[in-house]
């Protein structure tokens, strides 16, 4: 399954909204129920889902989904 496509399900799970759709530009000031809380369940589910450990560093430097893919793909690149 592509990244997105697995995004698009923990995001829409997590807030859920089946209608939701991700674009790489998208980020907290979006979605309105994207709060701390939120955000920190959010890269729980994309740790486990994706099976990669993201640093305290990683997590600061994203500001947007497509910073979040980015790093999804670069960290499942390098540790598989």
Avoid: C
């Amino acid at each position: 399954m592509k990244v997105i496509e697995t995004l698009t399900a923990i995001f829409r799970d997590l807030f859920e909204d089946e209608t939701l759709v991700l674009t790489p530009e998208m980020s907290a000031q979006d979605v309105e129920e994207w709060d701390s809380l939120t955000h920190i369940q959010l890269l729980a589910e994309v740790q486990n889902a994706f099976s990669i450990s993201l640093t305290t560093s990683e997590i600061l430097s994203l500001k947007t989904v497509g910073d979040l893919i980015a790093l999804i793909q670069a960290k499942a690149d390098y540790e598989h």
